[in-house]
């Protein structure tokens, strides 16, 4: 829905707003969401001005510690830049544009150029909260590589020899079992070593999933350029929540007045 309103003295008022909600027809495993994530609302700086791209709503944020001290670990701040976050989207959205075109010279006009004030609002919510994963401090978990039947794989020592009293394979097979049947007799344990990654200490937290709007003013400018239509906006967020990422500088080709 967009409508438009001549104030006088060249100044032009649009508001523009779209609304949306989504229902899971099919029942969901418990704890996890009926609307699937490619399913779900996202706003990003193409709907809300002042936010990054899935900027605001739902999202599940991983910090990591600084471990400078090792005996008083501290978990980052979430805009550190070694934070990551997924940004799950909501299955409800609303969001209220409203802009003013101010009047220029027509020197200016010819340009192409028209700039405008923009106040927009909105907000992504409505999902059911993620489980969330904690890889403790200090030696995080281990993800173990898995065969196509989801068995945890594990490299077997299958010979050995004892070269300058060091126990070194000359033989190896990756297997299933954790337990080797017939260990070489140099080898300290039975036990096979475990293929898999591990991960470092951190915890995950759950932002941003509230009806509560966001809110950003700013000014914009539009070009019609030789190349096409422009727009570049400097954006500030008045209103967000923890977990959002805000963004000052956003440019774009096309226009939204």
């Not at 490619?38 to 936010?51: N, P």
């Not at 070269?163 to 297997?175: D, G, I, L, R």
């Given at each position: ?105 027509s020197a200016i006009r010819e340009m192409g150029i028209r ?25 995080g978990i281990f993800i173990p590589r898995r065969d196509d ?91 967000s929540y923890e977990g959002d990422d805000p963004k000052l ?9």
């Amino acid at each position: 829905m967009a409508k438009f309103w001549p104030l006088g003295r060249g100044f032009i008022l649009s508001v523009t707003g779209q609304t949306g909600y989504i229902h899971g027809l099919e029942d969901a495993e418990p704890g996890s969401d009926p609307v699937q994530l490619t399913d779900r609302f996202f706003l990003s700086e193409a709907d809300i001005r002042g936010f990054d791209i899935r900027g605001l709503g739902p999202r599940v944020v991983r910090r990591y510690y600084d471990s400078s001290d090792p005996d008083n670990p501290v978990l980052l701040p979430i805009d550190d830049d070694s934070t990551q976050d997924d940004a799950l989207g909501g299955t409800a959205m609303y969001v209220v544009r409203t802009e003013v075109e101010i009047p220029m010279s027509s020197a200016i006009r010819e340009m192409g150029i028209r700039p405008s004030l923009f106040f927009d609002v909105g907000s992504v919510f409505g999902i059911v909260d993620p489980t969330l994963t904690t890889s403790p401090y200090p030696n995080g978990i281990f993800i173990p590589r898995r065969d196509d039947q989801g068995n945890a794989l594990f490299t077997q020592v299958d010979a050995a020899i004892v070269e300058n009293t060091v126990c070194t394979a000359t033989a190896t097979s990756v297997v299933t079992n954790p337990i080797n049947p017939n260990p070489p007799a140099c080898l300290p344990t039975a036990r096979n070593s475990p293929i898999g990654s591990s991960l470092p200490p951190f915890v995950e937290e759950f932002y941003g999933d509230t009806w509560k709007p966001r809110v950003a003013v700013g000014l914009g400018v539009n070009w019609n350029s030789p190349f096409g239509p422009f727009r570049i906006n400097v954006a500030y967020d008045i209103v967000s929540y923890e977990g959002d990422d805000p963004k000052l500088f956003s440019f774009n080709v096309g226009t939204q007045f």
